[in-house]
């Protein structure tokens, strides 16, 4: 079909999260040495514009909630030119101790690194 599948846009997004977390300055891997995991809840993507097979790609991650339990990451997926959009979404998800495996608050000192990735 020459259509890139529509689930590697969710692959993307979380693709974004991670190069979004390693910008903050704590690498997921860090996160995890800190005892957190980051819990996917809820995921939701809006397709507008198909890929095609080699098509560049374009991820645009923000957060646009970021609480002590619980984070909403943002996302835009755009041509190599960064002019046409082609998927939206966001995912959900709430700070797990990675050891009990039960909702946590989440470090301050992570957290606070979030900040400038707030709209």
């Given at each position: 079909m020459g259509i890139v599948h529509h689930a590697n846009y969710i692959v993307w997004f979380e693709i974004g999260r991670t190069d979004l977390c390693r910008e903050t300055g704590f690498p997921y891997?860090?996160?995890?040495?800190?005892?957190?995991?980051?819990?996917?809840?809820?995921?939701?993507?809006?397709?507008?514009?198909?890929?095609?097979?080699?098509?560049?790609?374009?991820?645009r991650?923000?957060?646009?909630?970021?609480?002590?339990?619980?984070?909403?990451?943002?996302?835009?997926?755009?041509?190599?030119?960064?002019?046409?959009?082609?998927?939206?979404?966001y995912s959900k998800h709430v700070w797990v101790d990675r050891e009990s495996r039960r909702p946590t608050t989440a470090d301050a000192e992570v957290m606070k690194a979030f900040e400038p990735f707030l709209p």
């Amino acid at each position: 079909m020459g259509i890139v599948h529509h689930a590697n846009y969710i692959v993307w997004f979380e693709i974004g999260r991670t190069d979004l977390c390693r910008e903050t300055g704590f690498p997921y891997r860090e996160i995890e040495n800190r005892g957190l995991i980051l819990v996917v809840t809820e995921v939701n993507c809006r397709y507008r514009a198909p890929y095609h097979y080699d098509d560049d790609v374009l991820i645009r991650t923000f957060v646009t909630e970021a609480a002590s339990r619980a984070m909403t990451f943002g996302y835009e997926l755009r041509d190599g030119s960064g002019e046409r959009v082609h998927a939206t979404g966001y995912s959900k998800h709430v700070w797990v101790d990675r050891e009990s495996r039960r909702p946590t608050t989440a470090d301050a000192e992570v957290m606070k690194a979030f900040e400038p990735f707030l709209p």
